[in-house]
């Protein structure tokens, strides 16, 4: 069965400083994995998404996630946070060739520090 | 182009009451989901529609739930009668048939039951 954990449900950052948030899955094949994001009173938002091209994903708003096989990873990184980027990030999985359901994690709610 | 709508943004309904959800896709896409996230819990899948027909209902938790898709266009999500344990935000998604990996999301109906 597949599931995905994320590391630390809150993250606090300061304004200018790198992001990292934590994600590690567990799929008995390799997966199509996504990173979501969802603002304050909005719905979710695809930030990026790996299908198995290269491991190395940018996506929206200068966020990237770098697919590591062998530590089954995908955390997601950000050079420098903007206050903007307070949000709740979810990374979720799924097997689109088997099934459609995305897996999702619990979220990791990022705070940007003035 | 617009993006999923749902409505209503909110309900509050009292236990035993019925509530209907509506989730309209994104034009064209005939793949439908449905989402829920429950307080404190991560977001779970409840089912999926190809236009008209369940393809996946693996997902919903007990026959208190209906979804419908007629003709194949919008979706509604029934509950009746309601438990306090069915509040959350219920989210809609859809995606194009050629790119099922990658659903768009609604904004979500918060829904809660007193």
């Known amino acids: 069965a597949q599931s995905v954990t994320q590391l630390g449900s809150h993250v606090s950052v300061s304004e200018g400083a790198l992001v990292l948030l934590r994600c590690n899955y567990s799929?008995?094949?390799?997966?199509?994995l996504f990173w979501y994001v969802q603002y304050p009173n909005q719905g979710l938002q695809l930030l990026l998404k790996?299908?198995?091209?290269?491991?190395l994903v940018k996506g929206i708003n200068g966020f990237e996630a770098e697919f590591k096989k062998s530590e089954t990873s995908f955390h997601l990184t950000k050079p420098s946070a903007h206050m903007s980027d307070a949000a709740e990030y979810f990374c979720a999985v799924s097997r689109s060739y088997r099934d459609d359901k995305i897996i999702f994690g619990k979220g990791t709610r990022l705070h940007i520090l003035p | 182009e617009a993006g999923v709508t749902q409505f209503p943004s909110h309900s509050v309904i009292e236990k035993g009451q019925t509530v209907t959800l509506r989730c309209d896709p994104i034009?064209?896409?005939?793949?439908l989901y449905w989402y829920r996230r429950v307080m404190g819990k991560e977001i779970k899948f409840l089912l999926h529609?190809?236009?008209?027909?369940?393809?996946?209902e693996s997902g919903m938790p007990n026959n208190r739930f209906l979804a419908e898709r007629t003709g194949g266009t919008y979706s509604t999500l029934k509950v009746q009668p309601a438990e306090l344990e069915d509040s959350g935000v219920y989210f809609c998604?859809?995606?194009?048939?050629?790119?099922?990996?990658?659903?768009?999301f609604g904004p979500g109906t918060r829904l809660l039951v007193l």
């Open positions: 998604a859809s995606s194009q048939v050629q790119a099922r990996e990658t659903q768009y």
């Open positions: 034009s064209g896409h005939d793949n």
């Open positions: 799929s008995s094949v390799p997966p199509y």
């Open positions: 790996y299908t198995s091209a290269a491991t």
């Open positions: 529609f190809v236009k008209e027909s369940k393809q996946d």
